[in-house]
């Protein structure tokens, strides 16, 4: 136990958090079983230290951070040392990866009934469907999402500012003013395609090559994340590495699962599972018509975010194609994205249609009232013509 506190302290001594999450604000603390679930490479570890340093005293034993890769887990249980760090007077445990110990819904669930006053928050990959696929966490377990850095707390970071987040309602009807607010202190057009190429992961702040990093990262989620927790045998691994490449190369579009199927020597379902369990693990992203939902095939697949274009297959990039990742990545967080009836156009949350296009471009003349458009290429907007990257604000 002594060991786990010195790294502990060490850990939380030294983390480097220089941008605050606003997913901090959105917990609701007071829950005695919190998961935090992610991608890879998103920050759930620096989360967990900002969390023990912002609420405890580095010396206060209360609180203690372990990581299940510790090889000390393979022989003993969580429920085990939960116990002995509660009667020694430990009250919140952050668990870092709890799904690499076997039966670690079991434990939990030990945790939550024999440690009344015991805490636990852990952290898990975006693959995982804590209520859906463990029923012994379903009623105890608040889930959180943490996503990638936004616009937002890419430019806070590179240039000193703290801007919050905006909500949609708040960006549709006063963009104008809020674009205002923000470009006397920076211009966010001199940011926007670095974060576009590589803004989204925090660990483009380390002195590594961006892309190589990333393709490592993604390698990790498709060999441990998706084969580990959907218990994938491993020979399947290259049908899905090879599936996901196809799919980046293809661009965004609607499947031809058939073609997709024959091409990785599959059939057509297995095909529609492997989208979906790359989707979950926020590699892809599926869109549907409005009213339309999984199994069924989806009208445009893509990218998760627009990093992982210039990754996977950086050959050739289509601003259109990252312009509307972006968006796609920028909104899903709070809200429902579907496919409109044509290309570029989006639905979103049922009712608000909306156009990503180049300000360059757009033909005035034929600008609809009916449809905001959301334009790259520039800074301002007026009326129904919004910036596209004031929606990167919303988070």
């Not at 670095?194 to 002195?207: A, C, K, L, S, T």
């Amino acid at each position: 136990m002594e060991a786990f506190f010195r790294t502990h302290h060490y850990l939380v001594e030294h983390v480097n958090a220089p941008v605050r999450r606003t997913l901090m604000d959105e917990i609701d603390w007071s829950k005695r079983m919190i998961g935090i679930k992610g991608t890879r490479g998103v920050g759930k570890t620096t989360f967990l230290l900002q969390y023990a340093k912002e609420k405890f005293d580095i010396n206060d034993r209360q609180c203690l951070y372990v990581n299940m890769n510790n090889f000390y887990f393979q022989g003993r249980g969580i429920a085990d040392f939960a116990g002995e760090f509660y009667y020694k007077g430990g009250r919140t445990l952050l668990i870092d990866q709890a799904f690499k110990q076997d039966n670690w819904c079991s434990e939990l669930r030990k945790c939550y009934d024999l440690y009344p006053g015991l805490k636990i928050v852990f952290t898990g990959s975006s693959v995982m469907r804590l209520k859906d696929e463990n029923p012994e966490l379903n009623g105890i377990v608040e889930s959180y999402n943490l996503r990638g850095f936004s616009f937002r707390e890419f430019l806070n970071l590179l240039t000193g500012n703290s801007f919050r987040p905006y909500s949609l309602e708040e960006i549709l009807n006063d963009h104008e003013r809020l674009v205002k607010q923000i470009l006397p202190h920076v211009s966010p057009r001199r940011y926007f395609q670095d974060y576009i190429h590589h803004g989204f992961y925090p660990f483009f702040q380390e002195h590594r090559n961006y892309s190589e990093n990333l393709l490592k990262t993604v390698n990790m989620m498709t060999e441990v994340d998706i084969l580990l927790i959907k218990q994938i045998e491993l020979k399947y691994l290259t049908k899905i590495k090879k599936l996901f490449y196809q799919i980046a190369e293809e661009g965004p579009k609607a499947p031809n699962v058939s073609k997709l199927a024959e091409s990785i020597e599959t059939s057509r379902a297995t095909v529609m599972n492997y989208i979906k369990y790359l989707t979950d693990a926020r590699l892809l992203n599926m869109i549907y018509p409005v009213g339309e939902v999984f199994p069924k095939k989806p009208s445009k697949v893509m990218l998760h975010n627009s990093n992982l274009l210039y990754a996977i297959y950086p050959i050739h990039v289509e601003k259109q194609t990252a312009m509307e990742t972006f968006f796609v990545n920028s909104l899903w967080k709070d809200h429902q994205v579907n496919q409109a009836g044509r290309d570029n156009y989006y639905t979103v949350d049922g009712h608000l249609k909306f156009r990503i296009c180049d300000a360059n471009t757009l033909n005035k003349n034929r600008i609809s009232s009916d449809v905001i458009y959301a334009r790259y290429n520039t800074e301002i907007g007026k009326g129904n013509l919004i910036p596209l990257w004031l929606l990167g604000f919303l988070y």
